[in-house]
């Protein structure tokens, strides 16, 4: 089932940098991109956070939009996986993948259940203008391509 199109499910999770966030209070300043990641051990989720750890603040100064990464960890691990990788971003901790399920999946792995990885640029109105699910846990949207997207009007900078 795509979310494409449609209002994007609300949720309210903890935060790395301590309290909860919700994904309606970051619509109210903006658009919001939330990635959905496997877990605190995924060498692919800490490659796609890289990218957009790099262009996060540029995205809230200039298209005032939020990065909201949900991963199918504890906070606790998620705290040492934003320390490790030097993030500029605050992680959500979604240990049971609730969150997961409702966008992009949840499957059970070797590490428990964890969540499929997804990419998805919410406009301000909650609408989901961007999806992109993974076939395999390398299959990844990256932050450059987000911020290219969202100046685009929402439309495919590259016209595909």
């Known amino acids: ?4 199109g449609e209002q994007a499910p609300e949720f309210t999770l903890e935060s790395t ?7 309606s209070s970051t619509l109210e300043s903006g658009p919001t991109v939330v990635l959905v990641n496997r877990g605190h051990w995924c060498s692919f989720c800490a490659e796609q956070l890289q990218t957009f750890s ?35 971003v605050q992680l959500l901790a979604d240990p049971d993948g609730e969150v997961a399920d409702a966008y992009s999946g949840t499957e059970e792995t070797s590490h428990g259940v964890t969540g ?37 009007d929402f439309e495919d900078p590259f016209g595909e």
Do not use: C
């Not at 089932?1 to 494409?4: A, G, K, R, V």
């Not at 705290?79 to 990788?85: A, H, T």
């Open 54 to 88: 790099e262009v996060s603040y540029d995205l809230w100064f200039n298209e005032g939009v939020d990065v909201l990464p949900v991963v199918t960890s504890p906070a606790p691990k998620l705290v040492e996986m934003r320390d490790r990788f030097d993030l500029d």
């Open 17 to 23: 940098a301590g309290g909860e966030v919700s994904l």
């Open 1 to 4: 089932m795509s979310l494409e």
């Open 116 to 152: 499929i990885a997804g990419t998805y640029v919410i406009d301000a109105d909650g609408v989901v203008r961007y999806e992109q699910v993974a076939d395999h846990p390398a299959d990844r949207t990256y932050g450059n391509w987000v911020r290219y997207f969202v100046r685009n």
